[in-house]
Nanobody
Framework: QVQPVESGGGLVQAGGSLRLSCAAS????????LGWFRQAPGKGREFVAA????????YYADSVKGRFTISGDNAKNTVFLQMNSLKPEDTAVYYC???????????????????WGQGTQVTVSS
């Protein structure tokens, strides 16, 4: 399984927007989807959003619902995370990872995902 590669992080003011990208090469045969997680300093890695390859179903953590949108470009094996109305508490390193085959449709545990990318830093200033 090839590791996903994230990009698009940066520094933005509260209320602003960022779009993260994840190049997910190799997902076709051993992945049921792709998810985004984030990890703030001193905290654990938490689920943000995910997309299932079959049917394109998406789901989100309550903390980002209505502000973030995950989408996929099947032709380019790339998944995007559009983040709007950013808040200082969204500051974290954002990671994408392949969703393991056999995981439930709404799987959101770290153990349901593998082949993690290196992460991209998102900093939201107040």
């Amino acid at each position: 399984q090839v590791q996903p590669v994230e990009s698009g992080g940066g520094l933005v003011q509260a209320g602003g927007s960022l779009r993260l990208s994840c190049a997910a090469s190799g997902r076709t045969f051993s992945s049921s989807g792709l998810g985004w997680f984030r990890q703030a300093p001193g905290k654990g890695r938490e689920f943000v959003a995910a997309i299932n390859w079959s049917g394109g179903r998406t789901y989100y953590a309550d903390s980002v619902k209505g502000r973030f949108t995950i989408s996929g470009d099947n032709a380019k094996n790339t998944v995007f995370l559009q983040m709007n109305s950013l808040k200082p508490e969204d500051t974290a390193v954002y990671y994408c990872a392949h969703k393991k085959p056999g995981s439930s449709w709404l799987a959101n545990m770290r153990s349901d995902f593998g082949s993690w990318g290196q992460g991209t830093q998102v900093t939201v200033s107040s």
